[in-house]
Structures are given as structure tokens and as C-alpha cells.
């Protein structure tokens, strides 16, 4: 069976900068089929879509939620099986703990949005704090 496991987050200063890593075991992250999506919930919200990536939706070009527009980016590892998401900029409200997911052909990523039920792979997430 193939999980996913995240990494990366820490501490950071707000206007700061962290990368956080997806890497997937147990299977291929092809993303022909799958979708790969980064998600964050926040203390007592509601797990969110930040952006997600899939080949056959907008060219493979993502989609990002908006207040991940122009902070974040998602990019794929030399390595096929990592997915990446840089983010700059950092504010105090993008602390949060964030999940990478996979959705089986492609669901739950569209060129309007993303939809959170859909995807059904998690990792077991990777908190991010941002605060002087």
C-alpha cells in the first residue's frame, strides 16, 4: 500500500520562506492518473485546498487557492515521486499543519478548484508556524 509522507515545515519569521516536501512509497506518483493536492487546516478551521496539479486539467499548469497566488509553488522533484511546495511571503495566517494528497484519475482537481472530498490519500501532514 502506498502512503505519502510530508516534511519541511518549521518555525518561520513572517515574511520568511519554507519549502515543504511530498514524497510518495508503495506506488508511482504518475500524474497522468493521479492528482496531487496541498492542503492546511488551521486550529479549529476547516481543512482547506492551497493548490493542486493534475496533467490533463489546464495543460498540467496548477491551481492555486487565492492567497496562495504569487506566494506559493508547487513543482515536481527530479525524482518523479516528490512533489514540492515553495512558499515565500509567509503570513501569520498560514500557519496551519499541510497535507499533501493524491486523488485517484484526476478528481478533485479542477481548473475552477478543488475539491477537498475527493482526494483520498493523506499524509500524516507537516506543521507550519509563522510568528515573530
Known amino acids: 500500500q502506498g502512503q505519502l509522507v510530508e516534511s519541511g515545515g518549521g518555525l518561520v519569521q513572517p515574511g520568511g520562506s519554507l519549502s515543504l516536501s511530498c514524497e510518495a512509497s508503495g506506488f508511482t506518483l504518475d500524474l497522468d492518473y493521479y492528482a496531487i493536492g496541498w492542503f492546511r487546516q488551521a486550529p479549529g478551521k476547516e481543512r482547506e485546498g492551497v493548490v493542486c496539479?493534475?496533467?490533463?486539467?489546464?495543460?498540467?499548469?496548477?491551481y492555486y487557492v487565492d492567497s496562495a497566488k504569487g506566494r506559493f509553488t508547487i513543482t515536481r522533484g527530479n525524482a518523479k515521486n516528490t512533489v514540492f511546495l515553495q512558499m515565500n511571503s509567509l503570513k501569520p495566517e498560514d500557519t496551519a499543519v499541510y497535507y499533501c494528497a493524491t486523488a485517484d484519475s484526476g478528481y478533485g482537481c479542477y481548473s475552477h478548484g478543488i475539491s477537498r472530498s475527493e482526494f483520498d490519500s493523506w499524509g500524516q501532514g507537516t506543521q507550519v508556524t509563522v510568528s515573530s
Open positions: 496539479m493534475y496533467s490533463r486539467v489546464s495543460g498540467g499548469a496548477a
